[in-house]
T-cell receptor, first 111, second 112 residues
Framework: SQQGEEDPQALSIQEGENATMNCSYK?????LQWYRQNSGRGLVHLIL?????REKHSGRLRVTLDTSKKSSSLLITASRAADTASYFC???????????FGDGTTLTVKP | DTAVSQTPKYLVTQMGNDKSIKCEQN?????MYWYKQDSKKFLKIMFS???????INETVPNRFSPKSPDKAHLNLHINSLELGDSAVYFC???????????FGEGSRLTVL
């Protein structure tokens, strides 16, 4: 099974609202990353948070990491229709040499 | 300039055929990957190459054979295609230090 599980699987909100997506993982990690995938496109890196960090911001994005609960959340504030996409978390386990992706959350922002 | 480019973008073929997907990155990264994304958007790693050397093979059937002629290229050849091979295949390279993955646009394979 996937290392990461995300919830919700799908999220639909109005423009201007905040969107929160959660990611849980199973093993100890080196870092956790969030990626975005527009329909029919490749994944694009959004933000990385290291295992010794608890919170990180980038523009309208806020990521938190709780290593004791093995979970992370991605908050998108003041959402826009252009934020409509699938969002994936990816974990890098120590010495694994690879990123393992969660199941993804499909976000729809209605104008 | 496209950082990671893969061709073709679409392949439609019959069961039993052989097909190849090519990938090139101009980022100077040493490590490249092939990921498979199924219809439910699950993204699963298949292979990883570091400087032309295979370092990860995630129990992929041996009908799948990656080849890396140099560290900027990682191609994927698939023999005897099966219906279950239908998916989107993504090539990616990784930036050393940050661990950030750079993905191609994907190659959608449909096996009929």
């Amino acid at each position: 099974s996937q290392q990461g599980e995300e919830d919700p699987q799908a999220l639909s909100i109005q423009e201007g609202e905040n969107a929160t997506m959660n990611c849980s993982y199973k093993t100890s990690i080196n870092n956790l990353q969030w990626y975005r995938q527009n329909s029919g496109r490749g994944l694009v890196h959004l933000i990385l948070i290291r295992s010794n960090e608890r919170e990180k911001h980038s523009g309208r994005l806020r990521v938190t990491l709780d290593t004791s609960k093995k979970s992370s959340s991605l908050l998108i504030t003041a959402s826009r229709a252009a934020d409509t996409a699938s969002y994936f978390c990816a974990t890098d386990a120590w010495n694994a040499g690879k990123s393992t992706f969660g199941d993804g959350t499909t976000l729809t922002v209605k104008p | 300039d496209t950082a990671v480019s893969q061709t073709p973008k679409y392949l439609v073929t019959q069961m039993g055929n052989d097909k190849s997907i090519k990938c090139e990155q101009n980022l100077g990264h040493d490590t490249m990957y092939w990921y498979k994304q199924d219809s439910k958007k699950f993204l699963k790693i298949m292979f990883s190459y570091n400087n032309k050397e295979l370092i990860i093979n995630e129990t992929v059937p041996n009908r799948f054979s990656p080849k890396s002629p140099d560290k900027a290229h990682l191609n994927l050849h698939i023999n005897s295609l099966e219906l279950g091979d239908s998916a989107v295949y993504f090539c990616a390279s990784i930036q050393r230090g940050t661990g950030e993955l750079f993905f191609g646009e994907g190659s959608r394979l449909t096996v009929l």
